[in-house]
């Protein structure tokens, strides 16, 4: 994905560049019914200095004040590299409640967020759906000035910014995050998520739709008696 500076704001335009960024937003959120991805993300882990990647798609959708999220991450075989990609794990966040299919285990790893989910879904659902207000309520947020990516190959204005949770909770694993907002549509086409031990998350998103149909079928967790359920 090609990306173009185009120049960083000043501190004094930061502040009024930052609020209409914010306005546009909550004007995106109010009309956000669902959102469709395809996705590469991207984790380098600092102790072993390696960087592995996963590819898939992804959705989002408005469940009244709150937004769900499911994933299907496909990839090859490592022990057949010819082989077809087929699907490795499949996520699913409803209400308070990940859930994590593993297909070659076949097992289901189900994490509950309880008290935590404002927290969770600060970083589940970052940038697809969220208004701008809730944005600056959870993040200490600097805005670092306008860049053009391209989503399915067309160029698109993006705002680059910073954000640092405001809660000791929120940065207890993740010193800050860089999103690339498109304002227009109120999505991030990129964030990067800094881990406090050194690790570092990227998530890339093209061909994103918005507010179409999505075939919920696609996201479904498919177990059966053989099935694994490990609650955490």
Same mark, same amino acid.
């Given at each position: 994905m090609m990306v173009m500076p185009l120049g960083t704001l000043t501190a004094s335009a930061q502040a009024p560049q930052l609020t209409a960024l914010l306005t546009k937003m909550d004007a995106a959120s109010k009309q956000f019914k669902s959102a469709t991805a395809n996705f590469q993300w991207d984790y380098y882990e600092k102790v072993v200095h390696d960087t592995s990647t996963q590819t898939g798609s992804i959705? @989002?959708?408005?469940?009244?004040?709150?937004?769900?999220?499911g994933a299907v991450i496909v990839g090859v075989d490592p022990l057949n590299p010819g082989s077809k990609p087929t699907v490795q794990t499949v996520l699913q966040y409803k209400g308070d409640e990940l859930q994590m299919f593993s297909t070659?285990?076949?097992?289901?790893?189900? !994490?509950?967020?309880?008290?935590?989910?404002?927290?969770? *879904?600060? !970083?589940?659902?970052?940038? !697809?759906?969220?208004?701008?207000?809730?944005?600056a309520k959870a993040w200490n947020i600097t805005d670092?000035?306008?860049?053009?990516?391209?989503?399915?190959? &067309?160029? +698109?204005?993006? *705002?680059?910014l910073d954000l640092v949770g405001k809660t000791p909770e929120s940065r207890k694993s993740i010193t800050h995050v860089t999103v690339w907002v498109?304002? *227009?549509?109120?999505?991030?086409? &990129?964030?990067? @998520?800094?881990?406090?031990?050194?690790?570092?998350?990227?998530?890339?998103?093209?061909?994103? &739709?918005?507010?179409?149909? +999505?075939?919920?079928?696609? @996201? +479904?967790? &498919?177990?059966?008696?053989?099935t694994t359920v490990i609650q955490h």
């Open positions: 959705y @989002f959708k408005r469940d009244g004040a709150n937004v769900n999220m070659g285990p076949d097992q289901i790893q189900v !994490f509950h967020a309880g008290g935590n989910q404002a927290q969770y *879904e600060e !970083f589940l659902t970052l940038g !697809f759906g969220g208004s701008g207000s809730d944005l670092q000035g306008q860049e053009t990516m391209n989503d399915d190959g &067309k160029p +698109v204005k993006v *705002e680059k498109d304002s *227009e549509r109120g999505v991030s086409l &990129k964030q990067v @998520f800094y881990q406090t031990g050194g690790n570092v998350r990227t998530a890339t998103y093209t061909n994103i &739709k918005l507010n179409g149909p +999505v075939d919920m079928g696609r @996201f +479904v967790i &498919k177990k059966d008696k053989n």
